[in-house]
């Protein structure tokens, strides 16, 4: 029998007891529904809603069930509705009628709505600690790559001489905005919402702030409608959950075509690559590939959340039960995705030869080149058509700026001098850039101590 039957004459079709349940996920919520319920027990005795014999006779048989499942002891009931349900089943098979009256002054309405706060509150930490991981493989492969010089690429074309650090660096401040919108989404979690029951709280003289203090809350709810049909939280998550994929995304971008015989800047190491079942000359970035599908089916995670809530009325809606399965599978993905990519840059090797000899042919100091003529005297946009001049004559003769002879700088322009090749040269065109948040070593260094500094 159903705990809510009374009100019904007829038995569930078995249909719609299949349909309505939700155990076959949300018991990944088990810790967080028992512990939930041992500090609603304690509160309940302390406030003498219940006896405090009935409170301690609760909270320790809650404690066993809770070791019985990690034990493998206890398995769940698929049967159940619910892991509340089979929770509060489970106590009162072991304890009697006193296991009923844990259920006093609380609604399944805001126990799942504490048990998705719990939960999240726990991932979004998890979620955190392997950003941090990757930010420092990141971090650990820019301090060794400073002097790396590589081209800088705008609209996919060469542009600028930057360095393999400063590329991988913007990745990690990346990595830091997700970790700072992590933190924001957490402070919004953390409010406990027991205490709103159904909807419209309870005339029982429960101690809300004794409950959030049990479970690590540091807010509670203000609205107890709000309460209970709040799950923004949720896809606030969701959404720091897509914006790291999407940042993924495109670091899986990078690593597929600098994997690339066009490219060859990296070499992943062969147990983080794949073959081919028929071409046996190939090894295949997957693992990027894989990242960067998954990517959509995070998003599509945010979507059904936002489609979930958005023409729900005031207060809970059955529809809200929708809400689990897709931000359990966007943690699931996001959680993996970041572990394996951290284990697949560790090891990967980048091919600093070849970044160089690409950065050399790009003509990439060519601003550089311009601002040397500025520097003598002239307008940048004379400057700039001077230097186009010189592109041109370079692609015909098969030059760059660095081994132009300088006869052929004067035909195009007679404010050249033996100096320019100090201009051109590409590490200089870099280390020139000796600004706050370029591309100079001196100025990477100071980025990587100032990021070290955040993900320590």
């Given at each position: ?10 038995e ?9 349940s ?13 512990n ?68 006093t ?5 805001d ?51 930057v ?18 919108r ?28 004794f409950?959030?203090?049990e ?27 897509s ?14 075509l ?6 060859k ?7 983080f ?17 894989l ?5 959509g089916?995070v998003?599509?995670?945010l ?23 897709a ?7 996001v959680k ?27 003509f ?45 700088y ?26 706050d ?16 500094a955040?993900?320590?």
């Open positions: 029998m159903k705990m809510w039957q009374g009100r019904f004459k007829k569930e079709d078995e249909s719609v007891n299949d349909f309505n939700s155990i076959s996920f949300d018991s990944r919520m088990y810790k967080q529904d028992i939930g319920s041992i500090a609603h027990a304690k509160m309940l005795g302390k406030t003498g809603i219940i006896s405090k014999s009935e409170s301690e006779k609760i909270v320790f048989a809650l404690k066993e069930i809770l070791s019985d499942i990690e034990s493998g002891k206890l398995s769940f009931d698929e049967k159940a509705e619910d892991i509340h349900m089979f929770v509060e089943q489970v106590l009162t098979e072991r304890i009697g009628d006193d296991g009923k009256r844990l259920h002054a609380r609604s399944r309405n126990q799942v709505a504490l048990d998705t706060r719990m939960y999240l509150k726990d991932e979004i930490k998890s979620v955190k600690e392997k950003i941090f991981a990757l930010a420092k493989v990141i971090i650990k492969k820019a301090k060794t790559n400073t002097d790396t010089v590589m081209p800088g690429y705008t609209h996919m074309q060469r542009a600028q001489p360095t393999l650090a400063h590329a991988l660096l913007a990745y990690a401040q990346m990595l830091k905005r997700d970790a700072s992590l933190d924001d989404c957490f402070e919004r979690t953390d409010f406990l919402p027991l205490g709103a029951c159904a909807l419209a709280g309870t005339t029982y003289p429960i101690d809300r702030k409950v959030a203090n479970l690590g809350f540091e807010n509670i709810t203000e609205n107890s409608i709000d309460a209970v049909s709040d799950r923004d939280f949720v896809i606030e998550f969701a959404f720091c959950l914006m790291i994929m999407m940042h993924l995304s495109r670091f899986s971008e990078e690593v597929i600098w994997c690339s015989s066009e490219f800047f990296m070499e992943l190491d062969d147990a690559a794949t073959g081919s079942s028929i071409m046996p000359q190939k090894k295949n970035p997957d693992i990027a590939e990242v960067r599908g998954k990517t089916r998003y599509g995670s979507t059904t959340l936002l489609t979930v809530m958005k023409g729900l009325p005031l207060a809970y809606n059955k529809d809200m039960q929708e809400d689990k399965e931000i359990f599978d966007a943690v699931d993905n993996l995705c970041l572990e394996i990519f951290a284990k697949m840059l560790d090891t990967a090797e980048f091919k600093a030869d070849n970044m160089k000899k690409a950065a050399g042919f790009g990439i100091n060519a601003t550089d080149c311009a601002d040397y003529l500025v520097k003598k005297g002239l307008p940048f946009r004379q400057a700039y058509k001077i230097v186009g001049e010189l592109v041109a004559v370079c692609i015909e003769k098969n030059y760059t700026f660095e081994n132009l002879p300088l006869e052929e004067k035909a195009v322009s007679s404010a050249f001098e033996d100096d320019v090749y100090t201009y051109v040269d590409l590490n200089a065109c870099v280390n020139g850039r000796n600004v948040g370029g591309p100079s070593k001196e100025a990477v260094e100071k980025q990587i101590k100032s990021l070290e955040f993900f320590n």
